[in-house]
């Protein structure tokens, strides 16, 4: 009778033994299987992080050529007016005459100046605002994904 009561107890506690490791191994599969869909969600936002780099930079890069040929066109046409400037000057009949010539060109290349001024800090908001969406989305999604796994 010893070594029956033995024999259940060995029995028993192979019993919860074998339990305890199906429970385990059980869950380590589900804490596996819910870390590599996490894995695999982190993964596909690196990649569309980087895409939204990419774009980013796209974007960015079309608005530094459109100011830089801005600055082109700005420039070329400040110095045709310069040189139309100095030629009327120097064709004048007088000193006075010369002097208005003189003060009408600095005026209308103030004027020009301001309002080139203004063109370009419009474009670089409008780029500023473009590069920085997608970045902004991309920060959004971050940030949703990590409160959605702090939930899980």
């Known amino acids: 009778m010893a070594k029956s009561k033995t024999n ?21 599969k589900t804490n596996f299987d819910k ?5 695999d969600k982190f993964l596909g936002l690196g990649k ?3 895409e939204a780099v990419v774009a980013a930079a796209t974007v960015a890069g079309k608005g530094a050529e459109t100011l830089h040929n ?3 066109a700005y420039s070329k ?3 045709e007016d310069s040189v139309a400037a100095t030629k009327a000057v120097l ?6 005459e010369a002097f208005e010539v003189q003060t ?4 209308a290349a103030f004027d020009q100046y301001v309002s080139q001024v203004a063109k370009l800090n419009e474009i670089f908001a409008a ?3 473009d590069a920085f969406g997608p970045l902004q989305t991309r920060y959004q999604a971050w940030v949703e994904a990590v409160q959605e796994s702090r939930a899980a």
Do not use: P, R
């Not at 259940?8 to 380590?28: D, M, R, T």
């Not at 870390?35 to 894995?39: E, F, M, Q």
């Not at 009408?104 to 005026?107: L, S």
């Open 70 to 72: 801005e600055l082109y």
């Open 35 to 39: 870390a590599v869909k996490g894995y």
């Open 77 to 79: 046409q400040s110095i």
């Open 8 to 28: 259940e107890k060995i029995l028993n506690g192979a019993e919860h033994i074998e339990a305890a490791v199906k429970n385990g191994a059980e869950a380590f």
């Open 127 to 129: 780029t500023a605002k």
């Open 91 to 96: 064709a004048s009949k007088s000193a006075h």
């Open 48 to 50: 569309e992080n980087l």
């Open 104 to 107: 009408d060109f600095a005026k």
